[in-house]
């Protein structure tokens, strides 16, 4: 039986295309296990695979789609029987190996986890990788000594995909949340999530000389990175952490040693891509446990196949707000 998938091609010039085709299962990577594939998603990493160039892709013609759930077809591993609901999250899917734009994917077993109980295929996408990313960011705060009643808990870049989920999370676990965004037409789908106060970038943008401020931020999740991470670290309290999880404001860090030293702030680098096994599960776990599924919705841009190459553009620009949830199917 055929099915469909986004296939992006580079021609003799270097130039990609990106167009729904129909493909069949003898087409597909190697790997342990087939899965029907229910829903994916659209991440910044995404855009660059679809995009000019083909950014992250290795080899041609490719999938995208670094993250997917659905259910098992066919499994060569016993820990995964036909009918299994199951995500996928990281390890080069969509970038080295054929991701989820495709009605079928077929991977290794060990990059799997079961889908909790109580979470749909389509829940598990509204979350995503880019939530996945969020909760590992909140749980290596709360493992740095983040707890309630600390004080607010800053989330820079709040408007995309990782800052969402961790405004939701964060206030659902009962933090006062600071969301910062460039956008102040934002500003009421982030109050909606949670988030108590608004923090314009401007004013985490200003340039200041002194190595150290005020302490404001009793913990961080840092979607942006460069300078706008190193002017948070100034103003961090007394041994609280940042966890980044993002490269948007550049891989530099104009920053100085003396939060460090002065302040025992914490620099919490959070890695996505190729966690172990008994990371994502308890990550995957706490989701389903802890954020607040209700609040999903307000997140949520539903597309098709169809609507990629213009979502993958849309969000290279940063145009798009909150999770799109692809349904592979429609």
Not at 209 to 217: G, H, V, Y
Request: glycine share 14%; with cysteine.
């Amino acid at each position: 039986m055929g099915f469909k998938a986004l296939i992006v091609e580079k021609d003799a010039e270097g130039k990609t295309s990106a167009s729904v085709q129909n493909l069949t299962d003898d087409q597909l990577p190697a790997g342990e296990v087939t899965v029907a594939v229910d829903y994916s998603t659209v991440n910044y990493k995404d855009g660059l695979c679809i995009g000019p160039g083909g950014g992250l892709v290795r080899n041609y013609p490719h999938v995208p789609g670094i993250d997917f759930a659905g259910t098992v077809e066919a499994s060569e591993d016993a820990r995964y029987k036909p009918g299994d609901k199951v995500v996928l999250t990281g390890w080069r899917v969509g970038e080295a190996h054929w991701g989820g734009y495709s009605q079928k994917a077929r991977v290794k077993a060990d990059w799997l986890v079961p889908l909790p109980d109580g979470l749909s295929t389509r829940q598990a996408m509204a979350v995503g990788t880019a939530g996945f990313t969020a909760m590992l960011a909140v749980m290596a705060l709360e493992d740095h000594g983040l707890r309630l009643g600390n004080g607010p808990v800053l989330v820079t870049g709040a408007a995309g995909g990782v800052g969402s989920v961790a405004v939701a999370l964060l206030s659902a676990l009962g933090h006062e949340v600071a969301a910062v965004t460039g956008r102040p037409e934002t500003e009421s789908y982030l109050r909606d999530l949670g988030a108590s106060q608004i923090v314009p970038r401007e004013m985490i943008n200003e340039t200041v000389k002194r190595p150290l401020e005020s302490e404001l931020w009793a913990g961080c999740v840092d979607a942006v990175g460069g300078a706008m991470l190193a002017r948070v670290l100034g103003q961090m309290k007394y041994g609280a952490s940042a966890s980044a999880v993002g490269l948007a404001g550049g891989a530099g860090l104009p920053a100085t040693v003396v939060p460090f030293l002065l302040r025992g702030v914490n620099l919490l680098g959070i890695d996505s891509v190729m966690q172990p096994y008994e990371n994502r599960l308890r990550a995957w776990d706490r989701i389903a446990r802890d954020l607040p599924m209700d609040k999903l919705d307000a997140m949520i841009q539903p597309a098709t196949l169809a609507d990629l190459p213009q979502l993958g553009a849309d969000i290279l620009k940063g145009q798009v707000k909150g999770r799109v949830v692809v349904d592979v199917n429609g």
